[in-house]
């Protein structure tokens, strides 16, 4: 039992994950109350094995539905491949909430870190990408307080015949505090270095509710800032497992 709980919390974690520049639907929202109810009455034994079983499937089929069409959403921001009418979320362009001045590594159009932290991390993610062409973008958000697929020229992201495909962008959204606060578009460039296993480690480690109500979610995107740095800065320049906190700065070129 303890095992079938992991396995939805984890579901859920992967789902939030790539819904980078658009809002929850419906089906993930309810989908949060049926896990309570599952677990809940796994635990109290008062739902029979049959119906926990029917009530397991009905949740991971709503899942998946739900984690294609966030994930339609963030291709669609970030690239230039055609999608599915019915598989769209609202898309939001927004150029008047951009800086004005030009590459601003790290944006906020929802204050999630302090300006010594915006300090801190624009310092590293600069290094980084002067040492070793990873170039890594965090936009912390509110949606629909976004500037959606204006960012795509702003950063230069995801155009056609792009050469430039090493970049990473986190996008930070509480979304009403039902998901998970850490989602992630990787450039292809990148995945052989951090493949799709580490981003979603990366997220559940960082990005639960549990951790931000837990740590503040400015030490979760801090700490997610850190990971990457420091894998991309390893000898090896490949992770799959999150590394532990409380790295040096010689690790993260400071």
Known sequence: MFVTKQLILLSLAAVASVSAFAPQSISSISTSSEVKTILNSSSNGDVNEDEQQLSRRSLFQKTSTTAAIAMSTVLGTLSTSPMASNARLD????????????????????????????????????????????????????????????????????????????????????????????????????????????????SAKYGTTFFVRDNGIDIAITNAVEAITQCLR?????CVNVP??????KTLGM
């Not at 990473?168 to 959204?173: A, G, N, P």
């Open 91 to 202: 898309p939001v362009n927004n150029p008047a909430l951009l800086p004005s001045t030009p590459d601003e590594v790290v944006i906020q159009t929802e204050k999630f870190l302090t300006s010594g932290q915006v300090k801190r991390l624009s310092n590293l993610i600069t290094a980084l990408e002067r040492d070793t062409g990873f170039r890594l973008r965090v936009l912390c958000q509110n949606y629909p307080n976004t500037p959606g697929l204006a960012i795509r020229d702003y950063w230069s992201l995801g155009k056609e015949d792009q050469k430039d495909d090493k970049y990473i962008v986190l996008v930070v959204d509480q979304f009403g505090g039902r998901g998970n606060v850490l989602n992630f578009n990787v450039g292809d460039g990148v995945k052989f270095a951090l493949p799709n296993v580490f981003w979603t480690r990366l």
């Open 234 to 238: 390893s000898e090896d320049a490949y």
């Open 244 to 249: 532990d906190q409380g790295v040096s700065l």
